[in-house]
């Protein structure tokens, strides 16, 4: 064997072996076992771990071999010979909800869920190019709002609007201005928004109208005024008596199926002078420039399983998530945008924010 192929074969070793740790530490994770593990206070065996846990004690033997196999649980010996098991301290922020922006377990669920929800359909696409319909994800949504709702409940006020032009987009939403977000599912960013900014008005456009009316519910519950929803494609619709201050897009422009033409419609959209944050993958628009990116196999399974077929859908332009900064910048500009700027998010090591003006 040459020495090219004798490391291929290594690799592909590695890549079944880590493809399934990916699946079963997906599952520990929304079983909750790393929070059960991190909650010991010494090493433990199988049986203790399974009665803390509430859980089968044959099940989670199986799954902590593949913990200890895959690196993530030590394995100790007491003195009567009998397997102790332990979560090092230092792990406990990659893969606990308690990690916050440091928790990484929680995207161990997104290959398998999206596995779940499209691999049929990505196999029949790969044939004949068709996209897949929204419809076919409900689960992988759940768990993505789930994860976005988290995530504007913790940094969009605290740390992301305060970095938009300088702190400026926060003094002119405390005066009152007008703000939209588009693709806004739920609505828990405009939420957060208006709850602290009651002097501006909020309007969320989505094409679910289920997750419309589940964020009408919860607003109305909350007593909120200044929020409305609005059931729109952001590509079509009559948008032109609607003017807007401020427009954001949290990781939706890239699934739209004609992104284009809802990055004019947001141009439309805005007031002379207004602004658009659109928060996307940080990445190159070149698969090579892609090579060194820490997460680039991982982020283009996604766009693979979901982004890409559900932006082929009715001829859609299949976009992508990987589109990447240049074709970004430069659809903004064709758009309409006068300015784009490309900037990092503090905290967001996966995003840009591409800061565009009108």
């Known amino acids: 064997m040459s020495n090219k192929a004798e490391i ?18 997906g599952i520990g994770y929304e079983a909750g076992l790393f929070e059960v593990l991190a909650n010991m206070d010494t090493p433990s065996s199988c049986s203790v771990i399974a009665e803390e846990g509430g859980v089968s004690e044959r099940y989670l033997r199986e799954w902590l071999g593949v913990m200890v196999c895959g690196g993530i649980v030590e394995i100790h010996t007491d003195a009567q010979g009998q397997e102790l098991f332990e979560l090092p301290e230092e792990y406990v922020s990659f893969l606990c909800r308690s990690g916050g922006n440091s928790n990484l377990g929680v995207y161990t669920q997104e290959i398998p869920l999206l596995t779940d929800c499209a691999r049929e359909g990505v196999l029949e696409g790969v044939k004949s190019g068709a996209g897949i319909p929204y419809e076919r994800y409900p689960r992988f949504y759940s768990f993505m709002e789930q994860l976005a709702d988290a995530k504007h409940r913790d940094v969009l006020v605290q740390t992301f609007l305060p970095s938009v032009l300088g702190g400026e987009i926060v003094r002119r ?36 109208e289920d997750s419309l ?45 004609r992104p284009f033409e809802a990055l004019c419609n947001i141009h439309k959209m805005l007031k002379p002078g207004g602004v658009f944050s659109m928060i996307d993958i940080k990445a190159s628009s070149s698969v090579g420039e892609n090579m060194d990116h820490p997460m680039g196999a991982f982020l283009y399974t996604v766009s693979l399983m979901h982004c890409m077929p559900v932006g082929l859908v009715d001829g859609g332009t299949g976009l992508g998530m990987m589109w990447g900064r240049e074709k970004a910048v430069s659809m903004c500009r064709e758009a309409g945008f006068s300015r784009v700027e490309v900037n990092d998010i503090p905290e967001d090591g996966f995003n840009s924010h591409y800061l565009c003006f009108k």
């Open 173 to 208: 939403m405390k005066k009152g201005i007008s703000v939209c977000d588009i693709g806004c599912a739920e609505g828990v960013a405009l939420e957060v928004m208006a709850q602290v900014f009651p002097a501006s008005q909020f309007t969320g456009i989505d094409i679910s």
């Open 213 to 257: 009316n589940n964020g009408r519910n919860r607003v109305a519950q909350l007593g909120l005024k200044n929020i409305t929803f609005q059931l729109q494609d952001a590509a079509g619709g009559d948008i032109d008596s609607v003017r807007f201050d401020y427009i954001t897009a949290f990781d939706s422009i890239h699934d739209q199926t």
């Open 8 to 25: 291929f074969s290594n690799k592909m070793c590695d890549i079944l072996n880590y493809g399934a740790l990916n699946l079963a530490m």
